[in-house]
């Protein structure tokens, strides 16, 4: 379902030859209406975002996130994307943004450790994005095959890097909290053992790291795995019931109902939907 209130230039790069592993086919500025909304029920294309002004909802299969001026959004392939202005802000939402077809950004994203994430706030890359707008309005298409390549991978390793260093501002504690959950992905999650090993409450534990981190440990454990859920979607042949159980679930349809709850799409469709891209 798409409500067509918007407007602004939007740019078609027809493939010139063989598509390159990381291929901008479109892209351009949208300019939003208050009751503008966009919803794919199970995309097939990665979209990055970044916020010009004002603000609008962003929702990627459970997640829902505010997206807000200077802020950048990633809506990956596989998942149900819905893109709404926030009908309570009265300042015009408007963002640019950038189709990116094939599986290989997926690749890249989980490679940087951004798969996971929605929104990153105060990003600092309008430069960037706005690099690839003008671009495009001069230069070839030969060109800007090489170019938009360069581009992505500069925003996945600026929001790679810039994370990075906010992560690094993390206590001691929250530190070792998620060098924990990191290291058990693969086991399921014992909230009493983690408590154990940090040396503090579970309550204690929970409140820092959703003070530092911004979201529950619970809900940190969860996207971690889903994850890792999608990279052996795509990058093995093992079935959907041998995935789960080596993320921890040993009841294959909690895992499969748990996948769809989190992405929009059951693991099975994830895997065809990525693979005949």
Known sequence: MTKTSKYGPI???PPVGEPPPLSVQFLGINYCETDYCNIRKLAQITVFGYVLSGQGCV???SQTHMAR??????????????VTSDLDHKEQWSYIWLNVSGIWILKMLEAYQLLSLVV?????????FKEAIESVKAKSVEELQSEFQVILMRIIVSLYE??????????STVQAIKQFLDNSILHPFDSTQ??????ISNKQMNRLFKRE???TIYHYVISKKIESAKRMLLDTQLTISDIGYKLGYVDSHYFSNLFLSKTGVRPSDFRKILSET
């Open 11 to 13: 740019f078609h790069l």
């Open 59 to 61: 929702k990627v299969g």
């Open 69 to 82: 001026q200077g802020d950048v959004f990633i809506l990956p392939a596989g998942c149900r994307h819905e």
């Open 120 to 128: 990153t706030q105060r990003s600092g890359l309008e430069s960037l």
């Open 162 to 171: 810039t994370l990075r260093k906010r992560g690094d501002a993390l206590t």
């Open 194 to 199: 983690l408590s154990s090993h940090i040396g």
């Open 213 to 215: 981190v911004g979201t």
